[in-house]
């Protein structure tokens, strides 16, 4: 059996009808720049879409509602003519609607003038201007700016860009404002301005701003230029000739000579220490590997000392005796890198060592250590020999301050030195110096030298050190003579 299968197509009724025209438009300048309209509605045996609104044949707006506004009329008092169509969904345009015409409203009156003008100078080819805006009775439209008398640009906004122009050269300005209506201000304040330059080709201008060039005759200098330091000139312009600053506050940076400005205790008016391989004065030069130290005289003085002790208060039945000491300043001296110390003094002849019944036996030096806080408790006597000045804890030299007779036997007393002296010559002895041996202090130490001693014929008798020598130390009354010294070695 055949079976033939039928397609029934159905086609769709094409709309061609159009709308019905909008009837009843009205027209009413509301302004010299608006006119608005209103209509009554079209129909439709579907649906109106929307409207076209027309002035003459040019279509100034197609709403969805029966109401349009048209602003942005060029003139005022001058008369526009209007006429609306409907369009539906299928495209079918009405007839048009009667037409209507109104005339927008007059304005003689000008906007008020631009004010605060100013400028800024942006490069050597461009300033940019900027004001506050003008009022007016019925809306701005543009600015006018001039550039002497030749009109230069129209804004809308209230700043305007000048470009193109030539460097190191003036400009003057004008702005003027004019409204919907074609009335024009007066003019705003002028304001002047002369481009900035790059006479130096570098990149970088007299402008203000980051590209701004401290010195644009020297395409050397400019922002982020590499500084050469000390040469007194701020070439990446930071403010800073040389970056130079005193971070350590010694009042000495690295233009001012100071080769560690991290450090304080080293600038060019800082003490050289010796033995402490630091260059403290910042001239190139780690200091001598030795160094000569001479005694203070005001410093240097005697003491009493009798049987082997020290005595805080003295008995004239006991035959007493001086003994010499010399006072250093060792503050430039590192001591802990010290190898060695050598002392010298020149040893002055004595007449008398013993008392009668003894007999002298010379002895070697004991290097005793006076603390340097106990440096000025000695004045000035004249308890030495032959003219020799000396200095004493009194004036009488017969006491011994109490602090200081307590404090030096037990803690600086060095080594006894096996060492013949001889008289009218010069004694010498080297020893250790170390910080140990001054624990209160590294500025002064005092040397006591002990020379010899007396032993009695009678073996009942005790024995007692004598005043064997008196050591010179340069401050006798002509202001002659030896003055003691001390030979500092530093360790290699």
């Keep these: 059996m055949l079976v033939m299968a039928i397609t029934y197509q159905v086609k769709a009724a094409v709309d061609t009808t159009p709308p019905t025209a909008p009837t009843n438009l009205t027209a009413t300048a509301v302004s010299p720049s608006q006119i608005n309209l209103s209509w009554k509605a079209s129909t439709d045996n579907v649906r109106v879409w929307s409207y076209r609104v027309y002035i003459g044949a040019t279509i100034v707006g197609a709403p969805m509602t029966t109401t ?11 008369r526009y003519c209007f006429t609306v169509r409907a369009i539906d969904y299928a495209g079918n345009l009405s007839v048009a609607s009667t037409q209507k015409c109104a005339t927008t409203l007059a304005d003689a009156s000008p906007p008020t003038a631009p004010t ?10 461009q300033i940019q201007l900027s004001w506050t805006a003008s009022k007016d009775n019925w809306g701005m439209k543009s600015y006018r700016v001039y550039r002497g008398a030749t009109l230069v640009g129209i804004p809308t906004a209230t700043t305007f860009g000048d470009r193109f122009l030539s460097p190191n050269r003036q400009y003057c300005y004008t702005v003027r404002a004019i409204d919907a209506s074609g009335n024009l201000s007066v003019a705003s304040n002028q304001q002047c301005a002369t481009t900035c330059a790059d006479t130096d080709a570098d990149g970088y201008n007299t402008c203000a701003g980051p590209n701004f060039d ?5 395409a050397t200098v400019y922002p982020g230029a590499p500084e050469i330091m000390c040469d007194t000139v701020d070439q990446n312009c930071n403010g800073n000739a040389d970056n130079d600053i005193d971070a350590d506050g010694d009042s ?4 001012n000579g100071d080769c560690n400005d991290a450090n304080a205790a080293i600038n060019p008016n800082a003490k050289e220490i010796i033995c402490n391989d630091v260059d403290e004065n910042c001239d190139n030069d780690l200091g001598p590997e030795t160094t000569t130290l001479y005694s203070i005289d005001e410093l240097d003085g005697c003491m009493y000392e009798y049987r082997g002790g020290f005595s805080s208060t ?10 010499g000491f010399f006072t250093f300043d060792v503050s430039e001296i590192d001591l802990a890198n010290v190898q060695n110390a050598t002392v010298n003094a020149y040893v002055l002849t004595q007449g008398n060592l013993c008392d009668p019944g003894f007999n002298f036996y010379p002895q070697g030096a004991r290097l005793n250590i006076l603390p340097d806080e106990y440096y000025n408790v000695f004045e000035d006597c004249s308890c030495g020999y032959d003219g020799v000045e000396w200095h004493c804890t009194d004036i009488s030299c017969q006491f011994l301050h109490e602090d200081l007779y307590q404090e030096i036997r037990p803690q600086y007393f060095a080594a006894l030195h096996n060492q013949i002296v001889t008289m009218d010559d ?8 170390t910080e140990a041996m001054i624990p209160y202090g590294k500025r002064y130490i005092s040397i006591f030298p002990n020379l010899g001693i007396c032993v009695p ?21 002509a202001g002659t003579g030896n003055l003691p010294y001390m030979e500092i070695t530093c360790q290699p």
Excluded: Q
Aim: charged fraction near 15%; glycine fraction near 6%.
């Design 116 to 125: 605060n003008l100013t400028d800024t100078v942006v490069s050597p080819s």
């Design 314 to 323: 003295f008995s004239t039945a006991i035959s007493p005796w001086t003994e």
């Design 68 to 78: 349009y506004s048209k602003t942005g009329l060029a003139n005022a008092s001058t």
């Design 252 to 255: 000495f940076s690295y233009c």
């Design 426 to 433: 010069w004694w010498t002895d080297t020893f250790n110096l």
């Design 457 to 477: 014929d009678d073996p009942a008798r005790p024995y007692h050190y004598s005043h064997m020598y008196e050591m010179e130390d340069g401050g006798n009354g």
């Design 214 to 218: 401290c010195n644009d005759s020297d």
